[in-house]
């Protein structure tokens, strides 16, 4: 298998099966038969004459071609007791204390399997409300918010991997300035990924400079009002300064929600990519456009038979993972089995640009993202199409916005997930951000530091005849090789990093991928650390304007601990 020492090491230490002392007890190779053979086995549920073994035959290649990889949860559970496989959750908050305390306890059954939960906390009265039951006031959702945080914390320790949660408060709550500013403090509520959901009406009073009403979700009554430009400023001052909270645009959710009937949706995963009902969860999948890449004339260019082919088996993997899903609740089980979205995306899109000699920030990157999102999404719902011929469309495709259409299998086909791991099993950059850091020193034992330089970097200038450790360094040094010395015109035209690409490209090229996307993109927004509030609220506004389903900004050093460094202190 085509694997770095790197990703051998990280599937090794999470992803192996291991004894009662630690040890594996498969090998990498042992895994991605585990996981063919437990996803193909599905077949066999719709076809009694299937031939399991030639589709795990080509489940296994796919895997191990690394075209294809499938969520965390997937790779670590598949064929396993515990055969909990996905990786995106929403669970309802009701305004009770039972209910509360229910989220909390089902939010750590995800957990422990590697699922992340989503929550929106809309429907928990306001601090300072009355409890009927015994005449005290209530404390609202960001003292709640703690608690979930808590548990989280807790049950971090025996997980197979760290719980991550995504908590969501509509703009018009009345706690909403408490929740905009609660994790200002960065060591608080650290278990969250925090946004505000924001509303059509609320944009329309932020044009219009207008005053919008606050609303308590238990009585329904309006208890006060709040400037939306003052809102919206405050929201983008505190972005600015620590990263959170960032925006999602609820309504455009809705508008794009395939079974409106079932209710509404009020919240994302952790990561925002993937917007669910409560009781919801799915699955994602992530091509890996690397591989997908052949030369034609002495350039690279899209192999386009050979994606063709990767996203119809992608879909029949990830239709068969719902089938074979152990899901921790009843309530999952059956809501995930009536939608039957899942989610397929790519990664490496920013290392194909680089082999195809196309800038990340240039309208041929964007229309390069518009190519193969339209490919991926078309071709994924043709094959969706086709298994809801021999297996039926999903239960609640007769109640779903396509109903008129032609019956689909999965009520969503694609969603671009931020690939954190995976993208370090496949080797590639992730998802669709670009190259964070073309050169970065790591530390290795007895305080020795190593440069780690990008591979296409490296063959790139070893062909220009122009590689050598120094340049390394002084691209470390620098964090970008923009204004290096002895670097070829054109290979710094295409070799931009994230913070070379402007804030504005960022949200164009989210914007591209979420025209052909039925979820939504997970996506940061980089911005230097001289950005300006002004320009992170333009950002903003772009976003809405061009289409997104929410925004995430990360202002450079504006967290003492932020997972990615550029420059020497990596
Ligand atoms: N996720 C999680 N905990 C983590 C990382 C991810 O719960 O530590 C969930 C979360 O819902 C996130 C989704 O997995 O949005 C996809 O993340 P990513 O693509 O980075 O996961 P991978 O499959 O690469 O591990």
């Given at each position: 298998?085509?694997i770095?020492?790197?990703?051998?090491?990280?599937?090794?230490?999470?992803?192996?099966?291991?004894d009662?002392?630690?040890?594996?007890?498969?090998?990498?190779?042992?895994?991605?038969?585990?996981v063919?053979?437990?996803?193909?086995?599905?077949?066999?549920?719709?076809?009694?004459?299937?031939?399991?073994?030639?589709?795990?035959?080509?489940?296994?290649?796919?895997m191990?071609?690394?075209?294809?990889?499938?969520?965390?949860?997937?790779?670590?559970?598949?064929?396993?007791?515990?055969?909990?496989?996905?990786?995106?959750?929403?669970?309802?908050?009701?305004?009770?204390?039972?209910?509360?305390?229910?989220?909390?306890?089902?939010?750590?059954?995800?957990?422990?399997?590697?699922?992340?939960?989503?929550?929106?906390?809309?429907?928990?009265?306001?601090?300072?409300?009355?409890?009927?039951?015994?005449?005290?006031?209530?404390?609202?959702?960001?003292?709640?918010?703690?608690?979930?945080?808590?548990?989280?914390?807790?049950?971090?320790?025996g997980?197979?991997r760290?719980?991550?949660?995504?908590?969501?408060l509509?703009?018009?709550?009345?706690?909403?300035?408490?929740?905009?500013?609660c994790?200002?403090?960065?060591?608080?509520?650290?278990?969250?990924?925090?946004?505000?959901?924001?509303?059509?009406?609320?944009?329309?009073?932020?044009?219009?400079?207008?005053?919008?009403d606050?609303?308590?979700?238990?009585?329904?009554?309006?208890?006060?009002?709040?400037?939306?430009?003052?809102?919206?400023?405050?929201?983008?001052?505190?972005?600015w300064?620590?990263g959170?909270?960032?925006?999602?645009?609820?309504?455009?959710?809705?508008?794009?929600?395939?079974?409106?009937?079932?209710?509404?949706?009020?919240?994302?995963?952790?990561?925002?990519?993937?917007?669910?009902?409560?009781?919801?969860?799915?699955?994602l999948?992530?091509?890996?456009l690397?591989?997908?890449?052949?030369?034609?004339?002495?350039?690279?260019?899209?192999?386009?038979?050979?994606?063709?082919?990767?996203?119809?088996?992608?879909v029949?993997?990830?239709?068969n993972?719902?089938?074979?899903?152990?899901?921790?609740?009843?309530?999952?089980?059956?809501?995930?089995?009536?939608?039957r979205?899942?989610?397929?995306?790519?990664m490496?899109?920013?290392?194909?640009?680089?082999?195809?000699g196309?800038?990340?920030?240039?309208?041929a990157?964007?229309?390069?993202?518009?190519?193969?999102?339209?490919?991926?999404?078309?071709?994924?719902?043709?094959?969706?199409?086709?298994?809801?011929?021999?297996?039926g469309?999903?239960?609640?495709?007769?109640?779903?916005?396509?109903?008129?259409?032609r019956?689909?299998?999965?009520?969503?086909v694609?969603?671009?997930?931020?690939?954190g791991?995976?993208?370090?099993?496949?080797?590639?950059?992730?998802?669709?951000?670009?190259?964070?850091a073309?050169?970065?020193?790591?530390?290795?034992?007895?305080?020795?530091?190593?440069?780690?330089?990008?591979?296409?970097?490296?063959?790139?200038?070893?062909?220009?005849?122009?590689?050598?450790?120094?340049?390394?360094?002084?691209?470390?040094?620098?964090?970008?090789?923009?204004?290096?010395?002895?670097?070829?015109?054109?290979?710094?035209?295409?070799?931009?990093?994230?913070?070379?690409?402007?804030?504005?490209?960022?949200?164009?090229?989210?914007?591209?991928?979420?025209?052909?996307?039925?979820n939504?993109?997970?996506?940061?927004?980089?911005?230097?650390?001289?950005?300006?509030?002004?320009?992170?609220?333009?950002?903003?506004t772009?976003?809405?304007?061009?289409?997104?389903?929410?925004?995430?900004?990360?202002?450079?050093?504006?967290?003492?601990?932020q997972?990615?460094?550029?420059?020497?202190?990596?």
């Open positions: 298998m085509p770095s020492e790197n990703a051998r090491a990280v599937l090794e230490k999470r992803y192996l099966i291991r009662e002392h630690g040890q594996p007890t498969e090998t990498v190779d042992q895994l991605f038969h585990r063919a053979g437990a996803i193909a086995a599905a077949d066999a549920r719709f076809d009694p004459k299937a031939d399991v073994d030639a589709t795990a035959r080509t489940f296994y290649d796919m191990t071609g690394l075209d294809f990889l499938p969520n965390s949860p997937t790779l670590m559970n598949a064929g396993r007791p515990l055969g909990q496989l996905s990786a995106c959750f929403v669970l309802p908050v009701a305004d009770s204390m039972e209910d509360i305390f229910d989220a909390i306890k089902n939010a750590a059954l995800i957990h422990k399997s590697g699922g992340g939960t989503g929550f929106s906390f809309s429907r928990l009265r306001a601090k300072g409300s009355t409890v009927n039951s015994t005449g005290g006031v209530a404390s609202g959702p960001i003292s709640f918010m703690k608690v979930f945080n808590a548990a989280t914390e807790a049950v971090k320790q997980g197979t760290r719980g991550a949660n995504m908590g969501i509509r703009v018009d709550h009345p706690d909403i300035m408490e929740f905009i500013g994790k200002n403090d960065t060591h608080e509520i650290n278990n969250f990924n925090i946004s505000v959901g924001l509303t059509e009406a609320f944009m329309r009073s932020v044009e219009q400079g207008g005053e919008y606050l609303v308590d979700p238990a009585t329904g009554t309006v208890t006060g009002t709040l400037n939306a430009r003052r809102v919206f400023e405050t929201v983008v001052a505190s972005a300064q620590t959170e909270p960032g925006i999602i645009f609820l309504d455009r959710l809705n508008r794009d929600n395939p079974v409106p009937s079932m209710g509404e949706i009020e919240s994302t995963n952790p990561c925002g990519e993937q917007p669910l009902l409560p009781y919801e969860a799915c699955n999948g992530s091509i890996n690397v591989t997908h890449l052949k030369k034609s004339g002495g350039r690279y260019v899209l192999d386009k038979k050979k994606l063709g082919d990767t996203i119809r088996k992608a029949h993997f990830l239709d993972v719902i089938e074979v899903n152990k899901y921790p609740l009843d309530e999952i089980d059956k809501m995930t089995r009536a939608t979205k899942i989610g397929l995306g790519v490496g899109f920013a290392d194909m640009l680089l082999y195809m196309i800038p990340y920030n240039s309208e990157g964007v229309a390069q993202a518009k190519e193969v999102m339209e490919l991926v999404n078309a071709v994924g719902h043709q094959e969706s199409e086709k298994l809801a011929g021999t297996r469309a999903f239960p609640l495709f007769g109640e779903s916005i396509y109903q008129n259409g019956p689909l299998r999965n009520a969503t694609t969603t671009i997930a931020p690939t791991t995976l993208s370090i099993i496949a080797g590639v950059s992730s998802g669709v951000e670009p190259v964070f073309y050169a970065y020193i790591r530390n290795v034992m007895d305080n020795t530091h190593l440069i780690e330089t990008n591979q296409i970097l490296k063959d790139r200038l070893t062909e220009a005849g122009v590689y050598s450790e120094e340049l390394m360094e002084q691209i470390v040094e620098q964090g970008s090789l923009q204004h290096v010395e002895g670097i070829p015109e054109e290979i710094r035209r295409v070799f931009v990093c994230a913070h070379d690409v402007s804030p504005i490209w960022h949200v164009k090229m989210q914007a591209a991928f979420q025209e052909y996307t039925d939504a993109v997970s996506k940061t927004v980089n911005f230097p650390n001289s950005a300006t509030r002004e320009e992170v609220a333009e950002v903003y772009l976003a809405y304007k061009l289409g997104c389903k929410g925004t995430t900004i990360y202002r450079d050093g504006s967290r003492d601990e997972v990615l460094n550029i420059g020497k202190v990596a």
